[in-house]
């Protein structure tokens, strides 16, 4: 395995007297997707701001290459290559695709009050960025907007990518797509992971995360339901148990005396 870029060892998050998150232990390391599962109300969201710098953990430990750390806000952890795409990709529909890879960070020529944007040179790296990303973009100015959910989730992995991420935290990406668009991104993903850099897939869908998961990690009612490596889980079986497995079983087995 490879050196463990971002860490958690029995992270705890409490809200009151609620439990959120307890005891959770999950890393990955670079050129390697760990996929973190669970339903709804699992600690799923808890999780994702916790590494994302929107909560601090209560208990236990996060680490950035080997090195506990606290992040203050997500800006620290983006600062430390954190990068976090959520469900809905931050885009402007109706701004172009160029403007929307580099958001307020446009490469700039001339100085002073001559100073102004380099949209030929942003337009180049943005093509090029998302060349290696496997999307031809024929127009730069073509609004975000026109393009499909999972072009859209490329734009903003693609962008996570160039301003230096090490580690891609993706918030159920394929959830709102159909089978198609979850097959591109899972590409997506696998490219992503191909390119050295650290994978968290957060999802409610083994049947996603088995194709491009290292490791799997189920969330069950905010703690540890199980850990596994890709050689230790059939699919068959990762769908079991995230679907409650025994509890699976009885059921089908009432229904069918029914």
């Excluded at 469900?87 to 002073?112: C, H, Y």
């Excluded at 100073?115 to 090029?128: L, P, Y």
């Amino acid at each position: 395995m490879s050196a463990t870029l971002l860490e958690v060892r029995a992270v705890s998050k409490y809200f009151g007297n609620v439990v959120a998150l307890k005891d959770i232990s999950v890393g990955v390391g670079a050129g390697e997707v760990a996929c973190v599962l669970g339903d709804n109300g699992a600690g799923k969201s808890t999780f994702i701001k916790i590494l994302s710098g929107v909560h601090r953990h209560d208990e236990g430990e996060l680490l950035v290459d080997g090195a506990p750390t606290h992040f203050s806000n997500p800006r620290d952890a983006k600062e430390r290559g954190i990068a976090t795409v959520f469900q809905d990709p931050a885009t402007v529909p109706l701004m172009s695709i160029w403007r929307n890879f580099f958001l307020g960070s446009e490469p700039t020529k001339g100085a002073g009050p001559l100073r102004r944007i380099d949209v030929k040179a942003a337009q180049a790296t943005m093509r090029e960025e998302l060349r290696k990303m496997g999307i031809d973009v024929r127009d730069p100015d073509q609004p975000v907007g026109t393009l499909s959910g999972g072009e859209r989730q490329a734009v903003a992995i693609a962008r996570a990518v160039y301003f230096g991420a090490k580690v891609l935290i993706l918030d159920e990406p394929t959830s709102a797509l159909g089978v198609k668009q979850s097959g591109v991104v899972l590409r997506y993903i696998a490219q992503a992971r191909d390119r050295g850099l650290g994978v968290i897939f957060i999802t409610h869908n083994p049947h996603h995360a088995y194709p491009v998961g290292d490791r799997f990690v189920i969330l069950n009612r905010g703690r540890l339901a199980g850990t596994w490596a890709k050689g230790d889980i059939t699919r068959d079986e990762l769908v079991k148990q995230m679907s409650g497995g025994a509890e699976l079983d009885a059921l089908e087995h009432e229904l069918r005396r029914a």
